[in-house]
């Protein structure tokens, strides 16, 4: 009996094949994601930490709101910026409307609306394929189960077989080991996808509070009423 890999994979029943090749496509499926959320999240969580920086003297300074306007296409693949920057051009519209610079709770109001639809779409393009993490975690060990039950089947059936053995140990240690590989492969790939999914989590919340905390502090800004 060949415990390699390419021997148990010849041992393995179609059952077991099938599963296998299954949990094979959601792992590279996986990682794909994974590969292009980290790329995504490094990315807008550095360029975002640039546009905060770049963007507090201008909110904190008297009169200054008007320089913000378009800083926002300086910082690609930035949430806060994109975020904050449809504020702001919500805002040069709004003062520049006969009376508006004389209620600035209106302004604040359109700019707000404003920026909470803009973080909706940002939000929801920063979850994509997050779903697939949480499929893939939730059901890889059930796959690899399939599996299992699968070579315990085979297992069973050698050492029923006259003709393989009839019962000694060597006959169905080929099934025993199909079912342990494609657990052991299912649960792994579910671990992996669920850690992964925790993580891509935590990052969006913090995104989720620098897109929150920049836009009270700019709406706190109009409310102010700083001059444009």
């Known amino acids: 009996m060949d415990f390699t890999l390419v021997g148990l994979w010849n041992e393995m029943g179609l059952v077991a094949r099938g599963v296998v090749l299954v949990l094979v496509a959601m792992s590279l499926y996986s990682v794909a994601i ?18 905060i920086a770049a963007l507090a003297p201008m909110v904190e300074g008297p009169g200054r709101l008007r320089e913000a306007v378009g800083l926002d296409k300086r910082f690609a693949g930035s949430p806060v910026a994109n975020v904050i920057g449809a504020g702001l051009t919500e805002y040069a519209r709004g003062v520049d409307r006969p009376g508006a610079a004389a209620a600035p709770f209106e302004v604040a109001e359109v700019v707000n609306r404003a920026m909470e639809r803009s973080k909706e779409r940002e939000l929801a393009g920063l979850r994509r394929g997050m779903p697939v993490l949480a499929t893939v975690a939730s059901s890889a060990p059930f796959v690899g189960l399939f599996g299992t039950v699968g070579g315990i ?63 009270s502090e700019l709406v706190d800004t109009i409310l102010r009423g700083h001059p444009a």
Do not use: C, H, M
């Not at 069973?156 to 342990?180: H, M, N, R, Y």
């Open 34 to 51: 994974t590969g292009d959320r980290l790329r995504t999240f490094w990315r807008g969580r550095k360029q975002s930490r640039l546009y």
């Open 153 to 215: 089947i085979t297992a069973f059936q050698k050492l029923a077989d006259p003709t393989k053995g009839g019962g000694g140990i060597g006959t169905v240690s080929a099934g025993i080991a199909e079912a342990l590989i494609t657990t052991a492969a299912g649960l792994g790939v579910a671990i992996i996808a669920v850690w992964f999914y925790n993580y891509f989590t935590a990052r969006l919340d913090d995104i989720t509070i620098d897109i929150d905390e920049t836009a």
